[in-house]
Every structure is written in structure tokens, then in C-alpha cells.
């Protein structure tokens, strides 16, 4: 099962900002909001830098060549998380939802990541 059903592009649920400038560099953050199989409403965020050096390097294209990099990037990490987390992002709206998948054919469950917590590695055991 696919985990991203949206009737547009993942990209055009992004929204995209740049904070003040420092002698560091520029920092720039993309967004996706989404709403929680609870109803509450969450997001999820990529940032990336661009550094004096780096722009420099890059011409007057640098903040446009980082930010399709930057896309592409966040892009998988939000179909990753969703695989590892058994969830599916869909909806009609101006902001999709996620929800768990349907059982699979085994007829467990999948636990997402706001289930029941991982235990700390001195809890598990070390025996198979």
C-alpha cells in the first residue's frame, strides 16, 4: 500500500520560510503541517543552511539549487517515516491527514509512533 495518497504533489503542501540572516550563513525551514489520526493538528520540518561560502560558490542560483535539494530530501524522510511508522497520509484538504494503515493479512495491528513506546535497551531482552 502506497503511503502518501493526495490528490496534488506532496510539494504543494510545503510551506517555506527563511529566518534573519546572520554572519553564519542563511537558514531556511520547510513545513508540512498535517492533522493526527487524534484530530490535533502537528507538523513536520526539514531546515537547511546556506553558508556565505556556499552562496558564493553557487552564484546568485544558491538559495534555489539548496532548496531543490532540500525538497527532495525532506520528500523521503516523510515517505520513510510513514513506511516505518505503518502510517498513510491522504485527504481532500488544504491540509492532508495521517491515519494507521489497514490491518495487514496477518491481522496485527501496526503500532505508530505515538503508540506504545520502544522500552529503553536495558528493559529488552537480549535473548532471542
Do not use: C
Request: aromatic content about 10%; hydrophobic content about 40%; overall charge positive.
Amino acid at each position: 500500500m502506497a503511503s502518501i495518497d493526495l490528490p496534488r504533489a506532496l510539494q504543494d503542501y510545503f510551506s517555506f520560510a527563511e529566518t534573519t540572516a546572520t554572519r553564519g550563513g542563511r537558514r531556511f525551514s520547510i513545513t508540512l503541517p498535517y492533522v493526527r489520526p487524534d484530530g490535533l493538528l502537528d507538523k513536520v520540518q526539514w531546515w537547511y543552511h546556506l553558508s556565505p561560502a556556499k552562496e558564493k560558490a553557487l552564484g546568485e542560483s544558491a538559495p534555489h539549487i539548496l532548496r531543490v535539494e532540500a525538497i527532495a530530501r525532506f520528500t523521503v524522510h516523510i515517505e520513510r517515516w510513514l513506511q516505518n511508522t505503518a502510517h498513510v497520509m491522504y485527504g481532500d484538504g488544504a491540509i492532508p491527514q495521517v491515519r494507521l494503515q489497514e490491518q495487514r493479512a496477518t491481522g496485527s495491528q501496526p503500532l505508530g509512533w505515538w503508540s506504545q513506546p520502544t522500552p529503553p535497551l536495558w528493559r529488552r531482552s537480549l535473548k532471542p
